[in-house]
């Protein structure tokens, strides 16, 4: 069953007001009700994200026309982001499928300071950098803790 996770924010219409980057979380099962829930307890409630959950017996068709209605209402212009848990994986493919359309990136290998980081620039930044920062933050803190520890 495809669930679908609006935000809190304002109503589409108050939200044109004040453009930003929107937000679509696309995973395998409930992952990204997970990381929606993550960074509000991070960043407190966020405006223009939805989070787009992917059962493994749900309908593709349905699935990508789930993500494509998370992406009309999360778009205020400034386009949207697209964060999917795995590359190449069925949340991943259905994402990259709605990219036609001007203003979309999907980013795959979803983390949470990856999701921060992108929370935190969208609002000034356009959306290649805003990826750009966001994918560079998710690699930077996939650390060993051993490592780090030694120094190494």
Known sequence: M????????APRSARE???????VLVTHGRLADEFKAALEHVMGPQKQIEAVTIGAEDDADL??????????????GDGVAI?????GGTPSNLAISCMSRPKVEVLAGINLPMLVKLAKVREERALPDAIA?????????????SRVLAGK
């Open 2 to 9: 495809v669930k679908v996770t609006r935000s809190r924010g």
């Open 133 to 145: 920062l966001a994918q560079e933050a998710g690699r930077k803190y996939v650390t060993i803790a």
């Open 17 to 23: 007001e004040f453009p930003m980057i929107g937000l």
């Open 63 to 76: 699935c990508r026309s789930d993500i494509i209605e998370a992406v009309n209402r999360v778009d205020s």
């Open 83 to 87: 964060l999917t848990d795995m590359f």
